[in-house]
């Protein structure tokens, strides 16, 4: 069972503390936390600060909440468990389930969050809550945020509650709370707008604290979120939000609008005075040397980006003029030039594991004119040397991302002749940036995809299979079932190396020709190998479905597929080769056609597979085999029937072409008609021979009469 955290000697610091101070009584062993007008407190308690320690406030020892008994705690483990399954038999029974736990929780809403056992129950709960239950979870919380947030477990539900109640805001943006809809007189209705206003308020004196503090940095990144409106998605701010530990608390078969992938959503003018207020309160108290320290801070560097990029993105560039704002306090110096003490800042960071991250945000935040500024000062000169650097190359590839088209070209010859290098240590991540910015501004790529070229270059000349680090070809079995190969390990260089040749499929001319090339001339065993690669599949995938993909190479590259498309249909990787075949063989009916009917000749295996059943449902297959007709009219009007061909067996007759879909025996009464026509035809042709001959001494007799 877990022990209350007890401090050693705090009841004797405590003494001494008052005997220094004289604050024998109770009530005056804290200070009361100024409030603002209009800051709500649902629950009308007090809000206390302690004293500042080098210029930080610092909140007090976080209480104690109690200790669920083993009876309490076995049954909320069982009701994790349920709702972990999700095998409920409908929405109403879950629903009922989740009340029920509800009421077993009243009050002990604050334990179950601490508890280490217990507090992932908590965040179920919270994913699969209505806005009302949210809203009174919500007002539970309310007042011990700033203690939960730096809780080891608490925070993560926390984080959630966020999440999950940041579009009830916007939902009350367009039907606000109305008091009256309650039964219950003596209950408080506030707006879910309140509640996070007061949960900030909460925060505000503490902020320069949490953003070092290991848990509390998260929860109080995604508020920031939440406050600003910006979208939480993968792809976005998950980096700024959350650790890649991070344990993922799902429900098996929930909806997917409770995981983290909020989109933009529209917040009330509130929450920017919140945000704008608790970006200056933040660094209020905080000079130059601090925030300098700070950005190579591991856990106050990320929440520190998230300043910076709310402050320049929502409340606009012009900031960086104001003596108070985060990105001047870093830079003071006007202008930034060599042996000032920014530019001493700026140098530290450039090579920083963690100071680079908040580098590569002031790049890509800053005001145009001050980036023109660093960028002619400090990095110039030396585009090739920071795409050399395994660090450095990061903040260069946001350094392409805003440079215009002369600056580009310049910053690509110094780049190109450190490719060799790049190339041999695997740092393809600059070259895939420098090819899309090149792709942007209209840059001639042709010096890019001579490098590449020799860099990857093999006895045939360009080599796919170096780039995605496949080896050599197998010469083995080809008929070995694919199945049977071992996972595939997806290192990062591999990774790489495939961003790499998507980036170079999407720009024409040199660059994607050499991957068309290479690709067309693999070979069976090797093309194989690339499809059943998790990794390289995904440059498969995009050459076939590739805009810039000729209908010659797209017939070369399926027909390496003959004989197997079956045993790829059954692939993890290799299946979604398959459904690109589809948009791969737009213009080539015959194979669009040939490939169904590899598919419907394995039908049973396919339907035992989940892959296979994904396959079977994306090609139509049912509508193959019941309607064949109706299947190749659909196939041709979704590919356009402009772009096809014919069989290339039909030697341009369309008949024998059309006869090919009809069913057995419309077959065998056609070729019966056709073998009738045939013998009546030369029944008729012997008659009129015979005839001819017998008519032949008459046309004499009459010649004989004249």
Not at 310 to 316: C, V
Request: proline share 4%; hydrophobic share 35%.
């Amino acid at each position: 069972m877990p022990k209350e955290h007890k401090k050693r000697g705090r009841r004797e610091e405590q003494k001494k503390r008052k005997r220094d101070y004289g604050d024998d009584e109770p009530g005056h062993r804290k200070r009361k936390k100024s409030v603002d007008e209009g800051d709500i407190n649902p629950l009308g308690e007090e809000i206390y600060q302690d004293e500042a320690l080098d210029g930080v406030t610092r909140p007090g020892e976080i209480p104690f909440y109690g200790m669920l008994d083993e009876e309490e705690q076995e049954y909320f483990r069982r009701a994790d468990e349920m709702l972990e399954l999700n095998q409920f038999n409908d929405a109403e029974e879950r629903t009922l389930f989740l009340e029920n736990v509800y009421r077993e929780a009243d009050g002990k809403e604050l334990k179950i969050a601490n508890s280490q056992s217990c507090s992932r129950l908590m965040e179920r709960l919270i994913l699969l809550s209505t806005p009302a239950q949210l809203k009174a979870l919500f007002q539970k919380f309310s007042s011990h945020f700033l203690h939960l947030v730096q809780h080891r477990f608490a925070s993560h539900c926390c984080e959630a509650l966020f999440i999950q109640a940041a579009p009830i805001v916007t939902q009350e943006l367009v039907a606000p709370v109305d008091n009256h809809t309650t039964s219950d007189p003596n209950e408080v209705v506030v707006s879910m707008e309140n509640l996070f206003l007061y949960t900030i308020n909460e925060l505000q004196g503490y902020l320069g604290y949490l953003m070092t503090d290991q848990f509390a940095s998260h929860a109080l990144r995604v508020l920031l979120v939440v406050l600003a409106g910006l979208p939480l998605t993968k792809t976005n701010n998950r980096s700024l939000l959350q650790s890649k530990k991070k344990e993922k608390i799902t429900v098996a078969g929930a909806d997917k609008a409770s995981e983290l992938s909020l989109e933009q959503r529209t917040v009330p003018d509130s929450f920017t005075d919140a945000l704008e207020k608790a970006i200056r309160d933040s660094v209020s108290g905080l000079d130059t040397t601090y925030l300098r320290a700070l950005a190579l801070h591991p856990t106050g560097n990320p929440t520190l980006q998230l300043f910076l990029q709310l402050e320049l993105s929502q409340f606009g560039k012009e900031r960086a003029k104001d003596e108070h704002s985060i990105i001047h306090r870093l830079l003071p110096d006007d202008p930034i030039v060599e042996g000032t003490e920014s530019a001493s800042f700026i140098n530290g960071l450039v090579y920083s594991p963690v100071g680079s991250r908040l580098l590569e945000t002031i790049v890509e935040y800053s005001p145009g004119k001050m980036f023109k500024t660093i960028y002619r000062e400090f990095f110039k000169e030396r585009m090739g040397s920071l795409a050399r650097n395994e660090i450095a190359g990061y903040v260069a590839s946001k350094i392409l991302q805003r440079l215009s088209k002369e600056d580009l070209e310049e910053a690509m010859h110094m780049i190109v002749e450190q490719m060799p290098g790049l190339i041999e240590r695997n740092r393809t991540a600059i070259i895939k940036t420098l090819i899309e910015r090149c792709a942007v501004r209209g840059a001639d790529t042709a010096p890019i995809a001579t490098q590449l070229e020799a860099g990857y270059g093999g006895v045939h000349g360009f080599e796919i299979s170096r780039l995605l680090k496949l080896g050599e070809g197998s010469s083995g079995d080809d008929k070995k079932p694919l199945l049977d190969t071992k996972l595939h390990e997806s290192r990062p260089e591999k990774v790489h190396g495939s961003l790499l040749a998507q980036a170079m499929l999407t720009v024409p001319g040199p660059l994607s020709s050499l991957i068309f090339d290479s690709l067309a001339r693999l070979g069976t065993p090797l093309s194989l190998k690339v499809a059943t690669d998790p990794t390289a599949s995904r440059t498969l995938q995009a050459a076939l479905t590739s805009p810039n993909a000729s209908i010659i190479f797209r017939r070369k590259m399926i027909q390496q597929f003959y004989g197997h498309i079956a045993e790829m249909a059954l692939d993890p990787s290799a299946s979604r080769v398959i459904d690109s075949i589809w948009d791969g063989t737009n213009g080539l009916a015959f194979i669009r056609e040939r490939i169904a009917e590899e598919l419907a000749e394995t039908e049973a295996s396919l339907r035992e597979s989940f892959v296979g059943r994904a396959v079977w449902r994306n090609w139509r297959m049912d509508l193959y085999k019941r309607r064949r007709g109706d299947w190749i009219k659909e196939s041709r009007n979704n590919a356009g029937n402009e772009g096809f061909q014919s069989f290339p067996d039909s030697n341009g007759d369309l008949k024998r072409d059309k006869n090919k879909h009809l069913s057995a025996i419309d077959l065998a009464r056609q070729k019966h008609a056709a073998a009738k026509a045939k013998r009546e035809k030369e029944v008729h042709k012997a008659k009129g021979k015979g005839k001819e001959k017998g008519s032949r001494p008459l046309r004499h007799d009459l010649g004989s009469r004249k």
